[in-house]
């Protein structure tokens, strides 16, 4: 990358909270730096990072999404988290001095990132007090509300797991407005997000649409404005 302008481009792609959040991050960000910087675009279901491979580089989300996976001893792989309020991925590692990847993360939207070698970024952020504030306060952020999250999700059963899921997937839609929303996953895909095994989700996914929370066409899943308001009331309860 060759200029704090070019840099500047960039992350004009992203949506309003992140662009803010990485404006932020590299208000004094040197032009050594910069200039070791690339960008990356990533299609949806691509892989970013394999776990217990060399930690090398640092990710910059612009746009779009990753989630964590966690490959279990069947082969079954288990999304376990979601980095939508996590702009940078790959530093946990470079922070806590632990040489590989300890896990992998998917692209789960197609996705615009920065890349920087992990050497470099540390040597950034530990002489740049503003960048370190910021990461820090959103690594604390993300892990009390994430480990908070854990104490509730541990007791939820198939059905309230997908309620959640669902919500989230409506609230992170791009444009939001359409009349229904279309949940494009497989049951096998929903089986990995909950952790529940596909008779389970099977279950559930008719016990939604009984209640009308859903509808399903095709087999696909749809989620009206009412339904979204309904299922985001029953998961407030």
């Known amino acids: 990358m060759n200029s704090k302008q070019e840099l500047a481009d960039i992350i004009s792609r992203a949506e309003r909270g992140r662009y803010e959040y990485l404006r932020a991050l590299f208000r004094y960000v040197p032009d050594a730096v910069i200039k070791q910087m690339s960008y990356r675009q990533y299609q949806r279901d691509e892989y970013v990072i394999h776990a217990k491979t060399l930690c090398d580089t640092i990710y910059i989300i612009v746009f ?22 996590m702009p940078v991925v790959g530093d946990f590692e470079v922070f806590g001095d632990i040489p590989e990847y300890t896990v992998s993360i998917c ?37 009390t509300l994430e480990k908070k999250s854990e104490r509730e999700y ?62 399903v066409e095709n087999g696909k899943i749809l989620i009206s404005r009412e339904q979204f308001l309904r299922m985001k009331e029953y998961e407030d309860k």
């Open 107 to 143: 692209a789960t939207q197609d996705s615009g990132m920065l890349l920087l070698p992990a050497g470099l970024y540390l040597q950034w952020i530990q002489h740049d007090e503003n960048a370190l504030f910021l990461r820090i306060r959103n690594i604390i952020s993300m892990l």
């Open 154 to 215: 541990l007791f939820m059963n198939c059905k309230e797991r997908l309620i959640r899921y669902m919500v989230s997937s409506y609230e992170n839609q791009k444009g939001g407005g359409a009349e229904k929303y279309r949940l494009d996953k497989t049951q096998l895909e929903l089986s990995d997000r909950t952790g529940y095994n596909i008779r389970s989700v099977q279950r559930s996914i008719a016990a939604l649409e009984k209640e009308g929370l859903i509808s």
């Open 64 to 85: 779009g999404n990753v989630a964590g996976m966690d490959y279990q001893k069947q082969g079954h792989v288990y999304c376990f988290m979601d980095f939508a309020h």
